[in-house]
């Protein structure tokens, strides 16, 4: 019986050590809304943003979470049709996000500085004029902003 | 008849795809107020900050938003007088940005730790005890912190 | 007498440059809460997260801040006992860190991907089941999220 009191112990223990939330908790009324940037062509910090919206869809649950991935400067290779990533998975990772729902963005003013046109892009991917005010209107509009 | 109001309805849903502004609007009363960190000596991300400050200025208007740069670690160099620059144009560009009233502040503890002195850096630029201390404080009052 | 005067002048003036703090004011009751990201294994960059948060301690007061370091992705290297780190004294001031109540917390996403188990963490690093959600429920809850 003590045995089975110690074991319920650190079980709660293991509980209790995870992230709590904060207020308001997330529900399917109320997401969790979070904003994300890519501003590197490196693969691996390219990997590392998508890493990252999946586990927090896992996390909440996509029912219960909005994302939205910023690319500009250089991370605009993360949304371009003909990018040469040695990692062949990368863009089918990055489609699959969107078929959850995951928003990608790109910053209008990277275009025209690498001179890219909207069609280079990956279909479903959004323009907008520039990348870094998309992630300060999202941020007063209360999204939350990280830089995985 | 009809072609016209295809082409409306292309322009209109072009309008909607850019970024909306959050509540409340930015104004010259109640104008955006951002802060981005340089905490680099290289010259691209130096320059890249530079540029999303010219872009966010050209984008909500220089009388409509507040831009504040905060230069530490290896990034108290962009504010030097004597920074050894490949590409020339870039203390140029900053000194450009300061004429539009973009703060420059520069970090005292990196200041003791490089040894350098007030008078080796660009005039104009601020010192404070702490750059990050500078980046916490304007969050909390209000700013938007952005790392470009 | 005039000089006297002068000399006042120049002190409040670089009293008054420093950064001002924002209301509320930091105090014992309501202190700053700071929640900084290491994601590298570069050890320049852990080496920079720690003194800023030593710095912001220095500036604050260790009683009128808190502290909590969220290591992930690369930057789980940092909590490990066996990190060979070139710098000796990097883990030194770590635990230095940890006696001033600073919280370690280590990602446990990350730990599956690099197969870690707990008992190779730091005495005192605690685990949990994604680091960025800890970045975000923090931020959600009032902490200052800043990417040293």
Redesign the interface.
Same mark, same amino acid.
């Given at each position: 019986m003590k045995k089975i009191w110690m074991i319920l112990l650190v079980a709660v223990s293991f509980l209790i !050590? #995870? $992230? %709590?939330? @904060? #207020?308001p908790k997330p529900s399917i009324e109320n997401p969790?809304q979070?904003v994300f940037p890519i $501003?590197s062509d490196d693969e691996y910090e390219i990997s590392?943003v998508l890493? !990252?919206a999946s /586990? *927090?869809m896992?996390? &909440?649950g996509p029912e219960k979470c909005e994302v939205a991935i910023v690319c500009y !400067?250089k991370g605009i290779k993360a949304v371009m049709k003909e990018a040469n990533f040695f990692d062949k998975t990368l863009q089918k990772r990055l489609k699959s996000l969107m078929t959850y729902d995951v928003e990608f963005i790109a910053c209008g /003013?990277t275009m025209k500085t690498y001179n890219i046109d909207k069609k280079e892009l990956l279909d479903g991917v #959004? *323009? +907008? $004029? @520039?990348g870094? +005010? %998309?992630?300060? %209107?999202?941020?007063?509009?209360?999204w939350? &902003?990280?830089?995985?």
């Open positions: !050590s #995870d $992230t %709590e939330f @904060a #207020d969790r979070f $501003t590392h890493s !990252s /586990n *927090v896992k996390f &909440y !400067s /003013n #959004d *323009v +907008v $004029t @520039a870094i +005010v %998309e992630l300060i %209107e999202r941020q007063i509009g209360g939350i &902003y990280i830089r995985p």
